[in-house]
């Protein structure tokens, strides 16, 4: 007997308790129960089931009963629970509809919805490098196919699976130590663990084989632990140490703290009830005593007292809350009574019918079903319980963390929580600020990642034979740097001179607008559809205006921010604040305005090509109107020009505040692009207008990253020592 799962027996007894206290449910009559031990085997299963049905030592199932009489009772109890009351483990209902198990109710989750938990977990803390521990039986074999498909599709890889026995044993030769031994020292900082309580010790007992108990601060890992999963520890295996699971992250069946299930704990004691062949072999075990074969024979050391309490047994061997899968015994015997109660009400209402030893099973059961199938309650903590879900109660699961403590104790912290049913955004929820780490990780939260990312200057080259979350760093080509690097150079470095001189809201700005422009160009790729052919030429026009809106903002700031200092001079009241926004938006809203009469008039459409090639058809967008297409053009090198004017005026102002030389290149770069875009437009055809446009578009971006911004990216990155307040005003 495993100690710890004694309490699903209390919670049985105590949900019972409940009941028969309670006048408003099934007055008159008085509920008990019979409880058979697993063994943890299947074929003791179903004897301890057929021993519920039969007292002979012959078994003949639906057919020949120890006493006639009761011989239907316990058929119709055959037959509503079908070996077994609820489901306490996590199963798909798909599953166990297609396996036509139409009497049997689940109590916990669907495991679909730990699995996504378990995508929501890592999506959060960025992980994406896992390796993955399951038992070796079925329920780990649908759990393996359930996850590798959720975790490929949100770009999680799995560094290993590895199987683990059901039941492990000290002698057992076919376990590789080294294998495991190896993965737990790898650099793979997130593990998950699937299977049931066994499951834990089986690897407690690997490590101990192995002779790595002792070293488990070197295990510094992140454990998730599914909801089937319980800390046991018992005999042999109390002293284990528990430092190696310190931080764990645990999905469990939710449960809620029932009122006076704790006070119901404190009175149990091996006297409390004579039918209870249970509970001093649990006393024994948890308390590590005996019980005298006689209560007069005098007291020895070790012996049993029947005066101890529950709560001071540490948490592995036994917990005085209650647990997910208590609380799910709970509810299920609070269902079966709401639901006996409803259909015997007419009954009893009607006339005074008593109930004798043959049960209630001669005034049709059969009816129970749909009861059950619709029965709906607050239960006594005021939630919810119903089968209205194809027979379940209920998605919710609670995320814990697990802390260790000196004593081989643990202290469990619910973090978060896993709930389909709650609004959008927060069906996964976590608390960070609660969590605790295993002490050995440097940084928290870690990093779990096949590699590190790669800096700034350098990009990712996939790795051959290795999964896709796996890439080697290497440097950008000479001359060639991402946009996002600049952008991430101007946030780290924000509350610098040089940025705060050049605007650097406007340069945010400007910078991701430059990234949509570079980005803008796969709209013109792939085989012209409606919508691609509507949004390709308004959203380059929109986004490149954005970006030469914000370069004239920044120019009349450079103008207005000298002419405003002479002396008596009207330029003053146009230097604020809001001065280069006003320019950067009222641009922008009229070329938005020219491409949404452009759509509102004659927008592109998909169209062919018969006569450009021989023998071929070819597909493209049609502009619809080739004047508004040119207007939004012209419209852009309006802006460009106006910048580039701008920009040379006030070119020789201080040179080591001013930007208007690095704008006055990047415009006349800027134009002449454009400018020699349209006469190569227009003498193109077919797919060479889309490359000369795609051309276009990415070079004259450039022009504007590299002109602008790589001047300033030099002083902030390689010259850091010339960003200062006093370089920049030497010179004034």
């Excluded at 050391?301 to 529950?310: D, F, I, S, V």
């Excluded at 269902?335 to 049960?359: C, E, K, N, Q």
Aim: hydrophobic share 40%; glycine share 6%.
């Amino acid at each position: 007997m495993v100690p710890k799962f004694y309490q699903h027996a209390l919670a049985l007894a105590f949900a019972v308790h409940e009941i028969n206290l309670d006048l408003q449910i099934l007055p008159n009559i008085t509920l008990g129960f019979h409880i058979c031990d697993s063994y943890y085997e299947a074929v003791m299963t179903y004897r301890s089931t057929l021993d519920l049905l039969f007292k002979s030592q012959r078994f003949f199932p639906n057919y020949n009963c120890d006493k006639p009489d009761s011989c239907h009772w316990r058929t119709w109890c055959c037959h509503l629970f079908s070996y077994g009351k609820t489901f306490s483990f996590l199963q798909d209902s798909t599953e166990l509809n297609a396996t036509h198990y139409s009497s049997f109710y689940s109590m916990v989750p669907k495991e679909s919805y730990q699995n996504i938990g378990i995508i929501r977990l890592f999506q959060y803390f960025g992980w994406n490098w896992v390796g993955i521990f399951a038992v070796d039986n079925n329920s780990g074999e649908h759990f393996l196919q359930s996850l590798e498909p959720l975790l490929s599709e949100n770009g999680i890889c799995s560094a290993f699976i590895k199987r683990l026995p059901y039941i492990a044993r000290l002698d057992d030769t076919f376990i590789d130590i080294n294998e495991i031994y190896s993965y737990l020292i790898s650099d793979i900082n997130t593990f998950i663990l699937y299977g049931e309580s066994l499951t834990i010790a089986a690897l407690r007992v690997i490590l101990t084989a192995g002779g790595l108990e002792n070293k488990n601060f070197f295990f510094k890992k992140v454990w998730i632990l599914t909801a089937q999963l319980e800390f046991i520890l018992t005999g042999l295996s109390r002293g284990w140490d528990l430092q190696i699971f310190h931080g764990a992250i645990a999905f469990a069946i939710h449960s809620e703290d029932i009122p006076n299930f704790r006070e119901f704990l404190r009175t149990t004691n091996p006297h409390w009830n004579k039918g209870d062949k249970f509970i001093q072999v649990f006393w024994e075990q948890a308390f590590d005593c005996f019980f005298p074969e006689s209560w007069e024979q005098t007291e020895v050391m070790g012996q049993c007292t029947g005066n101890e309490k529950l709560e001071d047994i540490f948490k592995p061997l036994f917990e005085m809350s209650m647990t997910g899968h208590s609380y799910s015994v709970y509810n299920a015997v609070h269902s079966v009574a709401r639901a006996l109660h409803f259909h015997l009400r007419p009954i009893y209402d009607a006339s005074s019918i008593s109930y004798d030893r043959y049960g209630p099973g001669v005034y049709g059961l059969d009816g129970l079903h749909p009861l059950l199938q619709s029965i709906s309650f607050n239960n006594s903590v005021g939630e919810r319980v119903s089968f209205e879900h194809r027979m379940e109660t209920g998605g919710k699961f609670d995320i814990i963390n697990l802390e260790t403590l000196p004593n081989n104790s643990f202290q469990r912290r619910k973090v978060g929580k896993v709930d389909p049913n709650a609004p959008q955004g927060e069906q996964f929820t976590i608390d960070e600020s609660m969590l605790v780490w295993h002490p050995g990780f440097k940084q928290v939260p870690p990093f779990s990642l096949c590699n590190e990312r790669c800096r700034p200057g350098c990009r990712k080259k996939k790795k051959e034979d290795q999964p896709f979350c796996c890439y080697d760093c290497i440097l950008c080509p000479d001359g060639e740097i991402s946009n996002s690097t600049v952008l991430q150079i101007f946030i780290k470095h924000k509350d610098t001179p040089i940025v705060k001189a050049n605007n650097r809201n406007l340069s945010y700005i400007l910078l991701i607008s430059l990234l949509l422009c570079f980005l803008s160009p796969f709209l013109f790729l792939g085989q012209p559809e409606e919508v691609r052919c509507l949004l390709r030429q308004p959203t380059f026009g929109i986004l490149f205006s954005v970006a030469v809106s914000c370069v004239l903002a920044k120019t009349m700031i450079v103008s207005l921010a000298f002419l405003a200092t002479k002396p008596g001079s009207w330029m003053n009241k146009w230097a604020g604040r809001r001065l280069p926004y006003s320019i950067a938006v009222s641009s922008c809203l009229i070329q938005a305005s020219i491409c949404i009469a452009w759509l509102a008039t004659s927008p592109p459409f998909p169209d062919v090509d018969m006569h450009s090639a021989h023998e071929e058809i070819i597909l493209q967008c049609n502009e619809g109107s080739v004047t508004m297409f040119y207007c939004v053009l012209s419209y852009m090198g309006f802006l460009a020009l106006a910048s580039f004017i701008v920009a040379f005026l006030v070119r020789k102002l201080p040179d080591r505040f001013n930007e208007a030389k690095f704008i006055t290149f990047s415009m006349l770069a800027f134009c002449s692009v454009w400018i020699s875009f349209v006469p190569a437009y227009l003498s193109a055809t077919g797919k060479a207008m889309v490359a000369v446009e795609i051309f276009s578009i990415l070079t004259s971006g450039a022009s504007l990253l590299g002109c602008i911004f790589f001047p300033k990216c030099y002083i902030i990155v390689l010259r850091p020592g010339l960003n200062n307040r006093k370089h920049l005003l030497r010179q004034f």
